[in-house]
C-alpha cells in the first residue's frame, strides 16, 4: 500500500485465491458431500444382517461412491469397527480422490473374538481441498447388523461319536433295568403269547425243550442340560477374553457333542435378575437355536451403574466426534458461553456434558425435562453415556465400566438363580441326566454351602454333575502376560510381583473350588484346559453306560 504494487498485487492474489478455494470447498461441502453413498460387502454379500462365526477371518470391502458430476479431490475415509473386531490383514482406512466413475474402495480382512453381535454404523470421511488448507468431518451411514455364533471346539480323538453298545459292564454297576429295543441283552424268560417270533431264543429253547424269548435293555438316552452364567462379571473385559466367551467355547462343543450321538440338549442362560430357557432338543436346527440363544447371552445389554468420571467423558466425546460430527456442529449444537467456573478445563466439561446431553436426547429420543437432567444428575449422565458406548460396539472395559467394581460381583443373586433352577430341572427331571455348570467361580471366596446342597441333592437323584470355569487374568491389569516374562526375586519389579501373586491366588482357589465341589460328587474344570470338554463327555459317558475312558487331570 505504501507504493509497493508488487508485493499489494501478490498478497491481494493470495487472498482471492484464498478466497476462491474457501468458496469451492464450501460448494463440494454443501452440493457434493451429501451425495457420498457407502455400500460394505462382508463375505461378498451385502445384505443389512446375517450370520458370523467366532475365531474365522471375515472379508470386507467398503466402496465410497459419489452421484455427482463434481468430484472430491481428497478423501481420508476410515471404517468405524467395533471393538469386537481385529483387522488380520490390510488397512481399514484409505486416502484418495473420488469421481463418479472412480469410487474409493476399502479392503481388509478381520476376526471376531467374541461371540454376541456386531454393529457396523458406517464410515468416518475427512474431506478436504487438494493443498490441506480446509477440512470437514462428515460420518456416511452404513449400517448392518450381524449375530456372532460360538465356535465349537471338536473333542479330542478317543471319544466316540455313535453311541457305544454291546460293551461289557463291570461287576456291580448295572444298566437301566427296562426293556426296550437295545442292542444289549437284559433277560431271557418264558414265551409268552404275543411276543414276537425274532425274539425266541432257538438254542436254548432247544436246550431246555420250552420255548424262551430274549428281552433287551432299552437304550437310555442322557439328556444334557447346559447352564450358561451370563451375568454382569461374566461379560465385563475385552472381546475375546470375557469369561462368557470361555463358557460359550465350552457350551458350544459339549452340545455338538451330544448331539452327535442323538441325546436330547436344552440351554438354561441365567443372569442375577432372570433367566432364559431352550428346551431340550436333537437335530441341526436344534443345535443352531442354542447357538442363537448362546449370542443373546453374550450380547452386551444394558450394563450396570456406574460412577461418572471425566474418562467416560472423554471417551464419549471422542466417539461422538468421530461418528457423529454433524450433531455437535456449533451451528447445530451450539455450546453456552461459560464464564464459571475460572478453571478452563472445568468450563470445557461442562460445555461438553451439555453438548452430550444434547447429543444423547436427539439420538435416543429424550424428552426436555430428561435432557435437563442429564445436565445435573450425574448417575444418568452416566447410565446413558455407558449404554451410547455399548451401542456403538464398545467393550465393558474402563472407562466404560469398572472391573472390579462391586455391582458385578452379585454373587448372591446368582447363586439364588442357578440353585432355583437347579432345583425345577431335579423336580421335573428324569433319571439319568448331565447338569453341566459352565460358571464364572474362580473369584468368589465365599461359602459354597448353597451350591454343595444343590450338587448332593442332584446325585442323590441319579444324576450328573460338571462344573465348568472360566479361569480369570492372571494379571492385575486385564492384560495376558508374555510368557518368560517373569524376572528373578532379585530383580523381579512391582509388576512381576504383583502379576505372581495374582497366580498364587487364583491357583489356590482353583485347588480350594476343586476340592470342595468333588467332595459333593462333581467333576470340576477349567474353560482354558483343553481337557475341560473331554471330562464333560466322559460324565455323559459315565451316566449313559455306567463306565468311562481315562480322562486326564484337568488344570
Known amino acids: 500500500m505504501r507504493a509497493q504494487e508488487s508485493l499489494t498485487l501478490a498478497s491481494l492474489s493470495v487472498l482471492i485465491w484464498l478466497l476462491l478455494e474457501w468458496m469451492l470447498f464450501r460448494l463440494r461441502i454443501v452440493f457434493v458431500a451429501p451425495r457420498l453413498a457407502c455400500r460394505r460387502t462382508i463375505n461378498g454379500s451385502s445384505s443389512s444382517d446375517g450370520t458370523l462365526w467366532t475365531g474365522r477371518q471375515v472379508e470386507i470391502e467398503t466402496v465410497l461412491q459419489l452421484d455427482s458430476f463434481l468430484s472430491l479431490p481428497h478423501v481420508v475415509c476410515r471404517e468405524a469397527l467395533p471393538d469386537n473386531l481385529q483387522v488380520v490383514a490390510g488397512q481399514a482406512a484409505c486416502v484418495a480422490g473420488i469421481e463418479r466413475s472412480y469410487p474409493l474402495k476399502v479392503k481388509f480382512d478381520v476376526i471376531v473374538p467374541g461371540a454376541g453381535?456386531?454393529?457396523?454404523?458406517?464410515?468416518?470421511?475427512?474431506?478436504?481441498?487438494?493443498?490441506?488448507?480446509?477440512?470437514?468431518?462428515?460420518?456416511?451411514?452404513?449400517?448392518?447388523?450381524?449375530?456372532?455364533?460360538?465356535?465349537?471346539?471338536?473333542?479330542?480323538p478317543g471319544h466316540p461319536v455313535t453311541k457305544r453298545l454291546n460293551t461289557q459292564m463291570p461287576p456291580g454297576i448295572h444298566r437301566l433295568q427296562?426293556?426296550?429295543?437295545?442292542?444289549?441283552?437284559?433277560?431271557?424268560?418264558?414265551?409268552?403269547?404275543?411276543?414276537p417270533p425274532k425274539s425266541i431264543a432257538w438254542k436254548i429253547s432247544a436246550r431246555r425243550d420250552s420255548l424262551m424269548t430274549r428281552e433287551y435293555e432299552s437304550e437310555v438316552p442322557v439328556r444334557t442340560t447346559l447352564y450358561i452364567d451370563a451375568s454382569y462379571r461374566a461379560r465385563a473385559g475385552s472381546f475375546g477374553f470375557r469369561p462368557i466367551d470361555q463358557l460359550l467355547t465350552c457350551a458350544g462343543s459339549v452340545a455338538q457333542a451330544a448331539l452327535s450321538v442323538r441325546d436330547p440338549v436344552g440351554l438354561v442362560t441365567f443372569r442375577e435378575t432372570g433367566v432364559r430357557r431352550v428346551p431340550s432338543g436333537q437335530g441341526s436346527r436344534h443345535y443352531f437355536r442354542l447357538l442363537n440363544a448362546m449370542a443373546d447371552a453374550a450380547d452386551a445389554g444394558d450394563p450396570p451403574p456406574g460412577v461418572y468420571s471425566s474418562d467416560l467423558l472423554d471417551f464419549a466425546w471422542q466417539i461422538c466426534s468421530e461418528r457423529f460430527p454433524e450433531l455437535l456442529d456449533r451451528r447445530v449444537n451450539p455450546q453456552v458461553r461459560r464464564y464459571w467456573p475460572l478453571r478452563r478445563a472445568r468450563r470445557r466439561a461442562l460445555n461438553r456434558r451439555t453438548c452430550l446431553a444434547a447429543v444423547l436426547a436427539e439420538l435416543y429420543a429424550l424428552s426436555f425435562e430428561q435432557t435437563f437432567r442429564l445436565e445435573r444428575d450425574d448417575l444418568l449422565l452416566t447410565q446413558w453415556l455407558q449404554r451410547f458406548l455399548i451401542d456403538q460396539g464398545c467393550a465393558w472395559t474402563w472407562p466404560v465400566i469398572e472391573r472390579r467394581s462391586r455391582e458385578l460381583h452379585d454373587w448372591d443373586g446368582k447363586f439364588d438363580t442357578l440353585t432355583h433352577e437347579l432345583s425345577r430341572a431335579i423336580l421335573h427331571g428324569h433319571d439319568n441326566e448331565l447338569f453341566v455348570l459352565l460358571i464364572d467361580l474362580v473369584d468368589y471366596s465365599g461359602p459354597l454351602v448353597r451350591l454343595e446342597r444343590i450338587i448332593r441333592l442332584a446325585r442323590a437323584k441319579h444324576h450328573r454333575v460338571s462344573v465348568i470355569c472360566s479361569w480369570p487374568d492372571t494379571?492385575?491389569?486385564?492384560?495376558?502376560?508374555v510368557a518368560g516374562s517373569e524376572s528373578s526375586n532379585a530383580e523381579a519389579t512391582i509388576f512381576d510381583q504383583l502379576l505372581r501373586a495374582e497366580r498364587l491366588r487364583i491357583d489356590s482357589a482353583a485347588q480350594r473350588l476343586r476340592r470342595e465341589l468333588r467332595r459333593c460328587g462333581a467333576s470340576v474344570a477349567f474353560a482354558t484346559d483343553a481337557n475341560s470338554i473331554q471330562g464333560t463327555l466322559a460324565e455323559a459317558d459315565l451316566a449313559r453306560f455306567g463306565r468311562v475312558t481315562h480322562v486326564r487331570s484337568s488344570r
Open 475 to 481: 494379571s492385575p491389569t486385564g492384560v495376558a502376560p
Open 117 to 156: 453381535r456386531v454393529e457396523f454404523h458406517g464410515v468416518s470421511v475427512r474431506l478436504s481441498d487438494r493443498f490441506g488448507l480446509y477440512s470437514a468431518d462428515r460420518f456416511i451411514p452404513a449400517k448392518q447388523v450381524f449375530r456372532v455364533l460360538p465356535t465349537s471346539a471338536m473333542p479330542e
Open 178 to 195: 427296562r426293556p426296550g429295543s437295545g442292542s444289549e441283552l437284559l433277560e431271557i424268560r418264558d414265551y409268552v403269547p404275543g411276543d
